[in-house]
């Protein structure tokens, strides 16, 4: 059974930076895709980032130029770096993994911005 679990969430001020980590149980390079949704109060889960196997990588309008996206395979971690931070991206933050038809997630870690 395959495991992510995230980490590195917690309370800031606006414009601080955090990171993301996601922590699989195994090989990410098995992935054909991994990556950051978040859900907000009375909002859909949408899509933050995503990292595919050869490296490209994907963005939601609303974080591009402050998110970034990468992964250690060695480390077989996917994280999420936020930077200057808004209210707006306070969420809980879901990581993901696709392979396939196959699709996991993990049980999210929570973002809020706060002054």
């Known amino acids: 059974q395959v495991q992510l679990v995230e980490s590195g969430g917690g309370l800031v001020q606006p414009g601080k930076s955090l990171r993301l980590a996601c922590a699989a149980s195994?090989?990410?390079?098995?992935?054909?895709?991994m990556g950051w949704y978040r859900q907000a109060p009375g909002k859909q889960r949408e899509l933050v980032a995503e990292?595919?196997?050869?490296?490209?990588?994907n963005y939601a309008d609303a974080v591009k130029g402050r998110f970034t996206i990468s992964k250690d395979n060695a480390k077989n971690t996917v994280y999420l770096q936020m930077n200057s931070l808004k209210p707006e991206d306070t969420a809980i933050y879901y990581c993901?993994?696709?392979?396939?038809?196959?699709?996991?997630w993990g049980q999210g870690t929570q973002v809020t911005v706060s002054a």
């Open positions: 993901y993994a696709f392979r396939g038809p196959n699709q996991y």
């Open positions: 195994g090989s990410i390079s098995l992935f054909n895709v």
């Open positions: 990292i595919y196997s050869g490296g490209f990588t």
